[in-house]
């Protein structure tokens, strides 16, 4: 049997396929931002904190209402989009014709209360969340024990991501929304209402945040910094994937999962590094990212 | 007649005596994660638990002051040093307190060496504070990886868990903690098969645990803290490693970790504490108060810890009327310590607090009677067994 630098293929396999899993998150986290990007200009801080705000509103039914996973993984993106839809109507809206500085400092302030807010109220070392029974267990792949859950994990994002991708490249609402992005006036000029498409938007990149949040939360600890640990290497992920790039940013969303979850083999202690040093090569080469277009 | 000028004098002297008490006033600073990872076993409930030991001193009828201020070091050494320097150099702190993270505190422990102040360590774990960084400025008081590895370690070995896999933070304590625990290990006759480095801190573990897995090793060793160790340990019962036969040792378990994972993914585990609520009726009243104070939340070893230095602490600043470090820390190490929390121990001369240290089993949900009800203890490590021996500590002062 060959080896690669001193790793069974088997091993790999394993190695792969979990990278995959972690892709899975920066896929759709990515995604989001992207879509808010492509529309809004904003630069959207705020992403981590409403991802994790998704675990925790998904944490919140199972223990105040009674709610289980399945309920949470529909209503929580709907209530966490819906605080989306009021941060874009009292807040953004009033800088959108800024630079995107403004948005970057607007949203990064509001991230850090939030997750301030939560960890007033429920500390920092986390809240227990169980896997649904329906999903529990795994199935021996012969290289690797895959847990059911971290396939429903990848099943579910990757549904979630062609989807909006399909949405937006090939619906007539998403060639409304390409057109509202390309030429705002022009678009409102033939009687499309803009200002609400915006705010949909915004409320739906931030329900896609939420979505991941209620993915993550029976196997990461549901804590008020799970977001703010993740999200800059999901900008990371957009940044080399190309600002505003949908496509772009789920391709790269799950090749750079993989990335990681490789260099964790051969080289764990760089593995919270990789995601920047490909940054920095991707911008040195492509300064509009892989998929990005020069303005 | 005679009785009124006896009386007079008595009541002079007993002004004279209370002011001269007065005059020692002592600042104290609690530096530790307020808002990351390790801020639920740390962060402001040492701060409360500062309080309380002032308090339950009644430090002011004994005519000391004590000011209390607290700062977050971010789990980085550099916020950490930036402060601690700060503290003495321009706000007058005579002792630093708690200081969970290894890294930021080995720092903190250097700058208060150079300073010549007092700092009691609560929070951090790497023996390494009473050993080749060891100061004679530095109490370790809670804990440290030597005493984890002898519980954890040597109840895993002694079971059976012959060859260990370590899932290591990297960074000092995780370091120090794989190191002792692999001394042990070895020392009772088992093997250490590997170890990989996980970035600290960190969020998916799936990939290193499957390493572990591969390694085929009995033991899982999780040299880490915090949220660290609970997402390896709900990951682990995920990918079925335990259900698989291999058993995971966390090597440093809190009490806040286990109310964080819940009983249904944390029962069975083995830990090892120096503090326990639980544990008798001294520690029940105190944690019931120190829960009162805390949102409902009981105390972990570290702020049990901070609660402990610091009363001792102030019964030498008492007994010497003095706040000079020298001079305290001389007595401090001579007086035996003794409180509600801990016991009867005493400060080493390296700067060790010898107390004893207890190995633990978190329940099964059935055993549980509610919330932070979660320990049953399962044997209890002499201070003598628990702690590194003076001679093999290599402690530069101390004399050989």
Redesign the interface.
Known sequence: MFELLGIPPQ?LF??VL??L??GSFYAILSLGLAVIFGLLNIINFTHGAQYMMGAFVAWMGLNYLGLNYWAALVLSPIVVGFTGVVIERLLLKRIAHLDHLYGLLLTFGLALIVQ?LF?NSY??????Y??PPQLA??HNLGF??L?N??GWVVIASLVVCLATWFMIEKTKLGAYLRAATENPTLTQAFGINVPLLVTLTYGFGVALAAFAGVLAAP???V?P??GA??IIVVFAVVVIGGMGSILGSIITGFSLGLIE?LT??FY??A???VIFIIMVLVLLVKPAGLFGRTA | MKFKSLLLAGAFAALMSGTAFAQVSVKVGVLNDRSGLYADLSGEGSVIAARMAVEDFKAADKGIKVDIISADHQNKPDVGSTIARQWYDQDGVDVIMDVPTSSVALAVNQITKEKNKIFINSGAAASDLTGSACSPNTIHWTYDTYALAQGTGGAMVKAGGDTWFFLTADYAFGHALERDTAAIVTKNGGKVLGAVKTPFPGTDFSSFLLQAQASKAKVIGLANAGGDTINSIKQAGEFGIVAGGQKLAGLLVFITDVNALGLQTAQGLVLTESFYWDTNDQTRAWSDRFAKLNGGKKPSMVQAGVYSGLLHYLKAVEATKSKDPTVVMAKMKELPTDDPLFGKGKVREDGRKMHDMYLFEVKKPSESKGPWDYYKQIAVLPAEQAFRPLSEGGCSFIKK
Not at chain 1, 123 to 128: D, E, N, R, Y
């Open positions: 091993a394993g190695q979990l990278g899993i972690n301030g960890r500390g920092s070392s986390g809240l227990p169980q896997i267990g795994g690797m024990f847990p859950y971290r196997i990461y600890s804590n910094n799970m640990d993740l979850g964790k083999v764990p202690e593995s919270a590094t």
